[in-house]
């Protein structure tokens, strides 16, 4: 993986999973990162529960090596299934540990996941009915994750909005919208009385209100750079609002924007279970104080 790469660490592969050297960083393409690997001896299936449990409690089997022995030793720990959120869900709290077979008798311990969830994969009880698009499930996942969203009558202005999944995502929390976008939004989300919709370029000049918005979210189809133009700009200016942004790459991914979003002090560049061929910039108001603990 070039991201990898270009971080100059040591690294192992085992099927999808790199073992390296250092502490943990904060690299944007990995579905989970874990901290505090360890190698530990076992003499048995039993004596490998054993141990896992005088951890901790939850434990999810990557399968590395030996896979039917990792079965085993799984049944033999608490049952753990991986539940999908229901969206206003918090990330629980009780840390949840993955660990693998390195050999017959040694277990790969990996006690916690910058995530919190299992294997980094965030699933949800979907909407089926309400959302024009399925693009409402990034920005779900996005807010469990930051564990924080719009509060009820917030302005938030979305650019990029059409058909209309964050505008109701965003409707459903109680916020007042602003849509930006050349093409229409879904007709009956567009009868909303808390939605505004511009239809027109998101990089032209926007109305006044729009400078006061709590959040300002972009799922805008458009090259990296002018993304980043656009939010360095909206930075430049005082108060600056929450920003969750899609960073969509045509072709192959380009590491260096991707770390010119992420040096941005106070910023978070992931890609979400619900991202395709894009990374989610997040980056919170700084007069919240607070951080993102699962990004
Ligand atoms: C992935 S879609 C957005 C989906 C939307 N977030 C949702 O939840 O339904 C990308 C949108 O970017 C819009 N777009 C592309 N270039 C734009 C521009 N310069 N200004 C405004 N919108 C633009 C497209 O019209 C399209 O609706």
Not at 90 to 110: E, I, Q
Not at 181 to 207: G, I, Y
Request: with cysteine; proline share 7%; aromatic share 8%.
């Amino acid at each position: 993986m070039r991201e990898l790469a270009s971080a100059g660490q040591s690294v192992r592969w085992l099927g999808d999973l790199a073992l390296c050297d250092g502490p943990p960083r904060a690299l944007a393409w990995p579905a989970e990162i874990f901290a505090d690997a360890e190698a530990v001896s076992i003499a048995s299936i039993g004596d490998a529960a054993r141990q896992l449990r005088a951890r901790q409690r939850n434990w999810v089997h990557l399968s590395l090596e030996h896979h039917r022995r990792g079965e085993l030793i799984a049944e033999k720990l608490p049952h753990f299934r991986a539940k999908a959120f229901r969206f206003g869900d918090s990330v629980p709290d009780a840390p949840l540990g993955h660990f693998g077979l390195l050999d017959a008798n040694t277990l790969l311990v990996l006690p916690r996941g910058r995530s919190g969830v299992a294997r980094g994969e965030f699933l949800f009880e979907e909407n089926h009915d309400g959302p024009p698009s399925r693009a409402y499930l990034k920005l779900w996942e996005a807010f469990t994750r930051i564990g924080l969203r719009p509060a009820p009558g917030e302005t938030c202005v979305d650019l990029g909005g059409s058909p209309g999944g964050w505008s109701w995502v965003l409707l459903q929390l109680g916020a007042r919208v602003i849509a930006v976008d050349k093409a229409p939004l879904d007709d009956a989300l567009c009868a909303h009385e808390r939605l505004t919709v511009l239809q027109q370029s998101a990089f032209a000049p926007l109305p006044t209100e729009c400078e006061r918005a709590d959040w300002l979210l972009s799922d805008v189809i458009c090259y990296p750079e002018r993304l980043l133009r656009l939010i360095e700009e909206r930075l430049a200016r005082p108060d600056p609002p929450s920003i969750v942004a899609t960073i969509k790459f045509q072709g192959e991914a380009q590491p260096e924007i991707a770390e010119r979003f992420a040096a941005i002090p106070g910023a978070r560049v992931v890609h979400l279970s619900h991202n395709k061929h894009e990374l989610t910039f997040v980056r919170l108001r700084d007069t919240l104080g607070v951080t993102p603990s699962h990004l």
